[in-house]
């Protein structure tokens, strides 16, 4: 099942609620921020997927597979905490390296990034956790143990827990560490998640959860894929006020991912960051000769990672764009190391190594 595919192939939305996901509110947010993901990790979080419901038995080898493959390429740069309850189906730690450890708790599926947790810092250094409630993407999946897991990592760790007021994933938000938020509306201004608030107000909830001021929003696209675009399959934030976006050359008035994406584009040149700058948008473009033969196949080189001394990315195949890819993020990182995967079954499955991964600062 492709996560871009879900609403168009009727896949039965199921799950537990946002109720069964709700985190007491248990500390004051307003001296947290969240750090870039470029600044130094004590280490990665993943989870294991185990849903033959969602996969089938074939295709839920190939994505275990991509996911041990990512695990062990950031292993090699940070420690990594692989989430999975005893006996998940699949699941074997022979193979994964030595930096990698197993974590008893229980998971449904491998998007750390939206149902993981949101790490937060106040001023000197100490770790919170900020709960953006996850509901398995406005109930569309069900997620009886990964509504769970940002509560379960704050007790393992023994980190502060406080609810940010929303639902959503992080997957859906970019936050530069300065104070600006990028976001598309479509998968937090909609009734599958927050049904009571407005935009200004989720725009302040998030803000006073990862300590930012201003809120960039585009509208992006509503119902036709399980995330409702996700803004990081798209675009980036690469430092304060620096994005990176991944956009084809023309607009297709046809593709309404296309149509998306340039307005995205459009808002975004036309925006300025926290502190009045306007942005610098640096531009990717698409991958063409793929390995990947579905329509609904997102081969995103921006849904990268960035651990400690490397950025973990995609490649599919098109020797050309992935060669350009791998120039341009190494231009953006100087000093880390580009480390290329081919992950297709993710982007099969709608998704990359960004949705796969959580970071814990430092």
């Not at 969240?34 to 989870?47: A, D, G, N, V």
């Not at 275990?64 to 420690?79: D, G, L, R, T």
């Not at 790490?119 to 569309?140: M, Q, S």
């Not at 998030?206 to 803004?231: E, F, S």
Request: glycine share 10%; net charge negative; charged share 25%.
């Amino acid at each position: 099942m492709n996560r871009r595919h879900v609403i168009k192939t009727g896949i039965a939305a199921f799950g537990i609620g946002a109720a069964g996901c709700a985190a007491p509110t248990l500390a004051s947010s307003a001296r947290y921020e969240m750090p870039m993901e470029s600044e130094r990790h004590t280490r990665t979080l993943m989870q294991w997927p185990v849903s033959v419901d969602v996969y089938g038995s074939r295709d839920l080898a190939a994505v275990q597979a991509n996911i041990v493959a990512i695990a062990n390429a950031i292993s090699e740069y940070e420690p990594v905490a692989m989430m999975a309850a005893p006996g998940a189906r699949g699941f074997n730690p022979d193979r994964f390296s030595e930096d990698v450890e197993v974590w008893d708790i229980p998971t449904d599926d491998l998007w750390c990034r939206d149902s993981g947790p949101t790490f937060v810092k106040d001023a000197d250094g100490e770790l919170a956790v900020a709960h953006i409630r996850f509901n398995g993407w406005g109930d569309k999946q069900r997620h009886r143990n990964d509504g769970l897991i940002a509560e379960r990592v704050a007790q393992r760790l023994g980190l502060p827990l406080f609810d940010s007021g929303v639902i959503g994933e992080q997957g859906g938000l970019e936050h530069d560490g300065a104070g600006t938020m990028m976001a598309h509306a479509s998968c937090w201004v909609n009734d599958n998640r927050n049904p009571d608030l407005t935009e200004d107000e989720i725009a302040e909830r998030l803000g006073a959860a990862i300590g930012a001021t201003k809120m960039i929003w585009a509208p992006g696209v509503k119902d036709a894929d399980i995330t409702d675009y996700h803004i990081d399959s798209l675009a980036r934030f690469t430092g304060p006020g620096r994005v990176l976006i991944q956009i084809d050359d023309e607009l297709d008035p046809d593709d309404p991912w296309s149509v998306a994406a340039h307005e995205t584009l459009s808002i975004l040149q036309q925006a300025t960051d926290a502190r009045g700058r306007p942005l610098d948008i640096t531009r990717l473009p698409e991958p063409i000769d793929i390995r990947g033969t579905g329509d609904d196949f997102v081969s995103s080189y921006v849904n990268y990672y960035v651990c400690n001394g490397a950025v973990i990315a995609p490649q599919f195949g098109d020797r050309r764009a992935d060669a350009e890819a791998r120039e341009i993020l190494a231009a953006l990182y100087p000093g880390r190391e580009v480390v290329q995967l081919n992950i297709d079954a993710l982007g099969a499955s709608g998704g990359g190594i960004h949705c796969a991964t959580q970071q814990q600062p430092a």
